[in-house]
């Protein structure tokens, strides 16, 4: 018995040793303030690595070489100076090593060896990452800084165990009961999410375009958001019980070391803030994962995880250290109710950490409470109602899903606080593995059941995930949740298939061959006009009722030919211009490959022309080779204002380059134009209607209409305009909230794909013409009118196609009955039009399908699926069987399971 009594004792001192090791003995000195401030000095350092290294990334890949100043001038700024961030964070890392390894003395011989062995390798790490920038070793640059970002973060939790050691002022005994008002908690975290559904304005403001037949599905349109909510918002407290049960459970012989305690509590906010961060990010990663890609975003996204879920952590407990050593009452509340006080506390720290600079009693405690509850109710206005969030039903959206369902974990803690003062419960027994299992089991499992049932009602559904921002972010989680567990395809709410393998239907290389007689003029020049986001209903022509255009009217009307019924096959600029410059695309987005594809660069090399124009900054580059000899067009200004180039300086810019052309030589110019882009300033030249959006818009698309007409006129002064081909047209719409967003890249509705398209041709009668056409059309059409066949051909009637049947003959029959396949940019959402008359909008991501009759129902308020299901099931079936051929992708059927 002796022996075996000596053999435990030695057990327990060499586990107290390790723990140790891990956790300073205190020392008889109190930490200084320059010691106190290391472990926010390293986190800051944390912050510079993910946020200089996420910026260098961006700016330097595919994508950001493509976003123009126009576009984002932000975004351009950065890229100038970049380098110089790099720098100043370098220089900052290396100033926190010295300070670092300056107090060693402060701590423990085994935790002063712990951190030298970590600076010696962020020094390293510094050291490296300047030699890989010096020689561009882009590749090996994201997994260095991110075991230097793991360098730093072990660091700070190293120096903030040290700095918070005298701040704990309880042993291990509160993680002993964890179940302690486990089930209050859950039907109170199950409430908040109901209250916040019920709270949420965006369905209200859509409430013209919500149409239903019967009062049992508008009941149900109010009473799923509700039923949904409250289903996640259950997931966000059954994560939160299930880390503490494992807290609590696994590691019962560590916590019965009082000196773990403060490892322990660290090691329990990290891993509840890497709960809600993995929720986050996954829920991220459906919204934007191309985004993420393309802008090789994916280790600054694993970087950005590890630093908010440690420094998270190492923040939050020291405010729950802080709580429990100063509120004696603290002590003898249930452990899931301190940890939402701690998380209430940390949002006003400054005011929390005055209330409890020394022990506090009830005052303190109830102050606390109500705060926590103040700060809960502020978060939901500002979420809600505020405007810190744009409500684009993207990275916003997920952002604000994710702040409210923890803040109503938090709400859900406090109220469990407060009736434990009213109502106590005791000490509970402690639950069996069992009855924790079968608890948190039947709560996440049950938490599908709404999900289910909404898919058996598919206009109600339409309805909710269309204008429902908090609920598409609940059906969201939940899709990325069932398909963990097995429940994806019942509940759907989105598939995303992969390739299957089938061959290109077009595959290079195109060529041109001149076997037609030409019907353009000898030695012709091609000018290719973008107005980036204008809308096909803005001018007067087409029924607009400000007259904004009435030159491009009169233009169109006598001496080009306007196509009223216009659309763009992509919703957003990446996923329109690949039909817009190639006539065809298998639904990839635009990037640094496209030249290979575009059929304006195609028919200028077969008719010897070699000089090309693009407009620099402010249009795509890559539409061209990148060993061509394109002269990139100019403004005589820095776009530092934030202000994009206005359609005179693009004109002027082009004047400049033209007049010095030699005599016969001839040119291809594109110019983009981004007056009516999203970045919209009042201009003098234009009609002034006020300050909304849409008026700022309207002001624009006058100012421009003008500069187009002195550009005109010069093109004929010069004698050039009876041999330019002129195609006018823009890469897609604009939405001004009229289904649930604005701007664009998001949709397939009109708004998003009508545009205008006037082509001049030197020879052609101008005429206003209603045959529904597509932008994808005028590549194959100017390329005939030259004379030239391609081959492949472009027979696929889903696609571009020559309209010369058309402008020469008349012949309408064979585009009035087309089916017409098309995607949005930054979303998986495609539509197919089917004879210009029935519509068929499906959102991959939310397995959402909608039919609307456009004829009747031109601005897509009524979702026939249920009224006409066969239309539906034949729509579909058409969709996915295309997009299996030429996306190579093979979709289930969402409406025949």
């Given at each position: ?122 020094v390293l790490g510094i050291a490296a990452t300047v030699m890989l920038m010096f020689y561009q070793r882009a590749d090996i640059l994201p997994p260095l800084l991110t075991g230097s970002l793991i360098c730093v973060l072990i660091q700070g939790i190293l120096t903030f ?737």
């Amino acid at each position: 018995m002796f022996q075996y009594h000596n053999w435990h004792v030695a057990k327990l001192d060499l586990l107290n040793s390790h723990l140790i090791a891990m956790n300073p003995a205190p020392h008889t000195q109190i930490p200084n303030r320059i010691t106190r401030l290391l472990p926010w000095l390293h986190l800051l350092g944390a912050i510079a690595i993910v946020t200089l290294y996420g910026l260098h990334s961006a700016v330097h890949s595919e994508l950001g070489e493509e976003i123009s100043v126009g576009e984002s001038p932000g975004f351009a700024w950065v890229g100038a100076n970049i380098q110089f961030g790099v720098a100043a964070g370098l220089v900052y890392l290396i100033a926190v090593c010295r300070l670092q390894i300056s107090r060693l003395r402060d701590f423990s011989t085994a935790g002063a060896r712990l951190l030298k062995i970590f600076v010696g390798l962020e020094v390293l790490g510094i050291a490296a990452t300047v030699m890989l920038m010096f020689y561009q070793r882009a590749d090996i640059l994201p997994p260095l800084l991110t075991g230097s970002l793991i360098c730093v973060l072990i660091q700070g939790i190293l120096t903030f165990q040290y700095t918070e050691q005298n701040e704990m002022g309880l042993g291990p005994e509160l993680f002993q009961t964890p179940e302690q008002g486990a089930a209050r908690f859950l039907l109170f975290v199950f409430i908040s999410g109901v209250v916040i559904a019920f709270l949420d304005p965006s369905p209200m403001r859509m409430a013209d375009y919500i149409f239903l037949d019967s009062v049992i599905e508008h009941r149900l349109r109010i009473a799923f958001p509700l039923m949904l909510s409250g289903a996640t918002s259950l997931w966000f407290g059954v994560g939160v019980l299930a880390i503490l049960f494992c807290i609590g459970r696994g590691l019962p012989k560590i916590l019965r070391a009082q000196k773990a305690f403060s490892v322990i509590s660290s090691l329990l906010f990290i891993l509840l803030v890497a709960f809600f961060m993995a929720i986050l990010f996954g829920s991220l990663l459906t919204a934007i994962k191309w985004e993420i890609s393309q802008l090789n975003l994916q280790f600054t996204v694993l970087q950005l995880f590890f630093l908010l879920s440690i420094g998270g952590g190492i923040l939050l407990a020291a405010v729950f250290h802080r709580i429990t050593a100063q509120i004696p009452r603290a002590q003898k509340s249930s452990l899931v109710g301190i940890i939402a006080l701690s998380f209430g506390a940390a949002l006003f720290w400054p005011v929390a950490g005055l209330l409890t600079m020394k022990r506090s009693g009830k005052t303190t405690w109830w102050l606390l409470v109500f705060l926590v509850f103040g700060a809960c109710g502020l978060i939901l206005y500002f979420v809600l109602f505020g405007r810190l969030f744009n409500p684009w039903f993207t990275v916003f959206s997920y952002l604000k899903g994710t702040i409210l369902k923890v803040t109503s974990v938090v709400a859900a803690g406090a109220v469990v606080l407060l009736l434990e003062q009213f109502v106590p419960v005791g000490r509970q027994k402690r639950w069996a593995p069992s009855r924790w299992t079968v608890t948190l089991a039947l709560a996440l499992m049950g938490g599908f059941l709404p999900f289910y049932a909404l898919g058996k009602f598919p206009e109600v559904k339409a309805v909710i995930l269309q204008f429902n921002e908090l609920t598409r972010v609940d059906a969201a989680l939940a899709g990325k949740l069932g398909n963990v567990f097995g429940q994806g395809r019942r509940l759907q709410l989105g598939q995303q298939p992969a390739e299957n393998g089938l061959s290109h239907p077009w595959p290079q290389p195109w060529q041109l061959k001149k076997n037609l007689p030409s019907r353009l003029p000898e030695n012709f020049n091609l000018m290719v006009i973008v107005v980036d986001a204008l809308r096909g209903d803005a001018f007067r022509s087409a029924g607009y009722r400000r007259n904004l255009t009435p030159f491009l009217d009169q233009w169109a009307r006598e001496e080009a030919i306007s196509f009223r019924r216009a659309y763009s096959q992509g919703g957003g600029s990446f996923a329109a211009f690949p039909f817009l410059v190639a006539g065809r695309s298998r639904f990839t987005l635009y990037g640094p490959g496209l030249y290979a594809e575009n059929l304006y660069h195609k028919l200028a090399l077969s008719e010897g022309i070699d000089l090309f124009m693009v407009m620099k900054d402010f249009g795509p580059r890559h539409i061209f080779p990148p060993d061509a000899p394109v002269v990139e067009l100019s403004i005589p200004r820095a776009v530092s204002d934030r202000q994009s180039a206005t359609a005179d300086e693009v004109f002027d810019a082009a004047r400049r380059e033209i007049v010095n052309v030699p005599a016969g030589d001839r040119f291809l110019c594109f110019l983009h134009l981004m007056d009516v882009h999203n970045d919209l300033w009042k201009k003098d030249g234009g009609l002034d209607f006020g300050d909304h959006p849409r008026d700022l818009y309207d002001n624009n698309l006058s100012y421009l209409d003008r500069a187009f007409q002195r550009f005109v006129g010069w093109l004929k002064q010069k004698k050039l305009y009876e041999r330019t081909v002129i195609l006018f047209t823009s890469d897609h719409g604009e939405q001004f909230w009229e289904h649930g967003a604005n701007l664009h890249g998001h949709t397939v509705y009109e708004e998003e794909i009508h545009i205008p398209l006037i082509l001049f041709a030197p020879g052609l009668k101008g005429r206003f013409e209603d045959v529904p056409v597509i932008a994808a059309d005028m590549a194959p059409t100017i390329v005939e009118l030259a004379g030239y066949t391609v081959t492949p051909p472009y027979d696929d009637p889903h696609m571009g196609v020559s309209l010369v049947p058309l402008i020469l003959r008349n012949e309408k029959q064979q585009y009035l009955r087309r089916d017409i396949v098309g995607r949005a940019s930054f979303k998986r959402r495609y539509f197919l039009y089917h004879h210009w008359e029935w519509k068929l909008v499906y959102f991959a991501e939310l397995d959402l399908m909608q039919l609307f009759n456009v004829y009747r129902d031109p601005k897509e308020k009524n979702n026939l699926i249920n009224e006409n299901p066969e239309m539906a099931v034949r729509l579909e079936k058409s969709l996915f069987d295309y997009l299996k051929l030429v996306e190579g992708k093979t979709y289930r059927s969402v409406l025949s399971e």
